[in-house]
């Protein structure tokens, strides 16, 4: 636990130390030090240095921070009920589901125009996102869904290839709106902003609080349903609980950063091949190492292609994919 405490903290340090502008990096931490209470340290920081640092880069790293925790305790938490460790946050809809939100109302935001109190593309991009997954529960558990993860599963594809159908639909209509809508598909958090944080921040802590006191539940389910009711388990509902919790703090950071691939599979996979496969350690470990391995990714985006932006989500995929064909390999191999 120690280490992944200090793996946060050092991937915060280097995320708010490097940038394409701002002071030297060795100055930032006698900066942060110095704004902390009782502690005051000649930094050499300016004014106009520590609102660079504060105000552009730290909201970035948190919220990369938050998107990478939610995101990987997601996957884990997924895998667990599914019994599958292939899964990922995004198995239900809610990917899909926020696709389609962001995608309508980008394509008719100059229609609507700008007077909104809030801005439109995450609220509605988060309300799309929990209605494809509660259809998707509701259509596998019309169909036996909670006796079997199976058909839930497969209502899953059958909605996100339906959502995914829709999405190309209106983009083919809206053709002016496509690389806006791509560059948000793609993920970003260089756009972030401490609203941005105070937004999801209630939304993470509540699920990942949820997740944390269910890891009991989800060490049973994975010796399978009968054995787990045999050990007094009510299954259908824990299920429910951990699904629906996964998939609010999912689909609040999706409709922030847009939609980040794989970090919900190499991370979990990544905290078992260290820590075992009890979700006493995997739980709070996904929290910690997501965060740190959000924050780390996105690092290279924004200093291999300066001044201009590599999203979030080509770099998780740059890690992820070769990731997702080993651990492919692994399995068939111990087959």
């Given at each position: 636990?120690?280490?992944?405490?200090?793996?946060?903290?050092?991937?915060?340090?280097?995320?708010a130390m490097?940038g394409?502008?701002?002071?030297?990096?060795?100055?930032v931490?006698?900066?942060?030090?110095?704004h902390?209470p009782?502690?005051?340290?000649?930094?050499?920081?300016?004014?106009?240095?520590w609102?660079?640092?504060w105000?552009?880069?730290?909201?970035?790293?948190?919220?990369?921070?938050?998107?990478?925790?939610?995101?990987?305790?997601?996957?884990?938490s997924?895998?667990?009920?599914?019994?599958?460790?292939?899964v990922?946050?995004y198995l239900?809809?809610?990917?899909?589901?926020?696709?389609?939100?962001?995608?309508?109302?980008?394509?008719?935001?100059?229609?609507?125009g700008?007077?909104?109190?809030?801005?439109?593309v995450?609220?509605v991009?988060?309300?799309?996102?929990?209605?494809?997954?509660?259809?998707?529960?509701?259509?596998g558990?019309?169909?036996?869904?909670?006796?079997?993860?199976?058909t839930?599963?497969?209502a899953?594809?059958?909605?996100?290839?339906?959502?995914?159908?829709?999405?190309t639909?209106?983009?083919?209509?809206?053709?002016?709106?496509?690389?806006e809508?791509?560059?948000?598909?793609?993920?970003?958090?260089?756009?972030?902003?401490?609203?941005?944080?105070?937004?999801?921040?209630?939304?993470?802590?509540?699920?990942?609080?949820?997740?944390?006191?269910?890891?009991r539940?989800?060490?049973?389910?994975?010796?399978?349903?009968?054995?787990?009711?045999?050990?007094?388990?009510?299954v259908?509902?824990?299920r429910?609980?951990?699904?629906?919790?996964?998939?609010?703090?999912?689909a609040?950071?999706?409709?922030?950063?847009?939609?980040?691939?794989?970090?919900?599979?190499?991370?979990?996979?990544?905290v078992?091949?260290?820590a075992?496969?009890?979700?006493?350690?995997?739980v709070?470990l996904?929290?910690?190492?997501?965060?740190?391995?959000?924050?780390?990714?996105?690092?290279?985006?924004?200093?291999?292609?300066?001044?201009?932006?590599?999203?979030?989500?080509?770099?998780?995929?740059?890690?992820?994919?070769p990731?997702?064909i080993?651990?492919?390999?692994?399995?068939?191999?111990?087959?």
């Amino acid at each position: 636990m120690p280490a992944s405490v200090l793996a946060v903290v050092l991937a915060v340090l280097l995320g708010a130390m490097i940038g394409p502008a701002g002071p030297v990096w060795w100055r930032v931490p006698l900066a942060l030090l110095d704004h902390l209470p009782l502690i005051s340290i000649d930094s050499g920081v300016t004014d106009r240095e520590w609102s660079i640092i504060w105000d552009i880069r730290m909201p970035r790293v948190v919220l990369a921070g938050l998107v990478g925790a939610m995101l990987s305790v997601g996957g884990a938490s997924y895998q667990g009920v599914f019994r599958n460790p292939l899964v990922d946050p995004y198995l239900l809809g809610a990917a899909a589901g926020a696709g389609l939100g962001a995608t309508l109302m980008i394509a008719i935001w100059d229609d609507i125009g700008s007077d909104w109190p809030v801005d439109p593309v995450p609220a509605v991009a988060f309300v799309f996102a929990l209605g494809a997954v509660a259809i998707t529960y509701l259509v596998g558990a019309s169909f036996g869904g909670m006796r079997t993860t199976s058909t839930l599963v497969l209502a899953g594809v059958a909605m996100v290839s339906l959502l995914t159908a829709m999405q190309t639909f209106v983009l083919q209509r809206n053709s002016e709106v496509v690389r806006e809508v791509y560059s948000w598909i793609l993920g970003r958090v260089s756009t972030a902003r401490w609203d941005d944080v105070r937004l999801v921040f209630p939304y993470v802590a509540v699920s990942c609080v949820v997740l944390f006191f269910h890891r009991r539940q989800l060490d049973l389910l994975r010796v399978g349903d009968d054995e787990a009711v045999t050990l007094g388990v009510p299954v259908t509902r824990v299920r429910l609980i951990v699904v629906i919790a996964a998939t609010l703090g999912t689909a609040a950071v999706v409709a922030v950063s847009g939609l980040i691939g794989f970090v919900g599979l190499v991370v979990p996979h990544m905290v078992r091949l260290v820590a075992g496969a009890s979700y006493r350690r995997v739980v709070p470990l996904t929290v910690a190492f997501g965060a740190a391995f959000l924050i780390l990714a996105d690092i290279p985006g924004r200093m291999l292609t300066a001044p201009a932006e590599l999203p979030i989500g080509v770099v998780t995929a740059f890690v992820g994919a070769p990731f997702f064909i080993v651990l492919l390999r692994t399995r068939e191999i111990s087959r």
